[in-house]
């Protein structure tokens, strides 16, 4: 089965950088799907932050837009999230997920019900 593990979580100051990393393994063509980075911070529901189908179209929640990068590398079965301009706001277990789709449509995109697999998570604490 996919398994999907993320790293590069961390503590930064406001204005810092992360570089988020999801690992895919247990899937020859992880290049076939469609996949997502989220967040959930505590109380709150989990939120789509930003997806790459297998396409390589991208589509960037409107909090995160010119301050998150979003790529794959599927030589490397490998997802990145790159985090700049970090807010305190941006606080949150971040998850990466991959959908069974190559494509997912528009209005779907960010609903973690088209994911079928998740990773355990990697937290993200910017201060003040």
């Known amino acids: 089965q996919v398994q999907l593990v993320e790293s590069g979580g961390g503590s930064v100051q406001a204005g810092g950088s992360l570089r988020l990393s999801c690992a895919a393994s247990?899937?020859?063509?992880?290049?076939?799907?469609?996949m997502g980075w989220f967040r959930q911070a505590p109380g709150q529901e989990r939120e789509g932050v930003a997806v790459i189908d297998s396409y390589g179209s991208i589509e960037y929640a409107d909090s995160v837009k010119g301050r998150f990068t979003i790529s794959r590398d599927n030589a490397k079965t490998t997802l990145y999230l790159e985090m700049d301009s970090l807010k305190p706001e941006d606080t949150a277990m971040y998850y990466c997920?991959?959908?069974?789709?190559?494509?997912?449509?528009?209005?779907?995109?960010?609903?973690?019900?088209?994911?079928?697999?998740w990773g355990q998570g990697t937290q993200v604490t910017v201060s003040s």
């Open positions: 997920a991959a959908a069974t789709d190559r494509w997912v449509p528009l209005t779907r995109l960010f609903l973690d019900n088209e994911y079928k697999y």
């Open positions: 247990g899937v020859t063509y992880i290049s076939r799907y469609c």
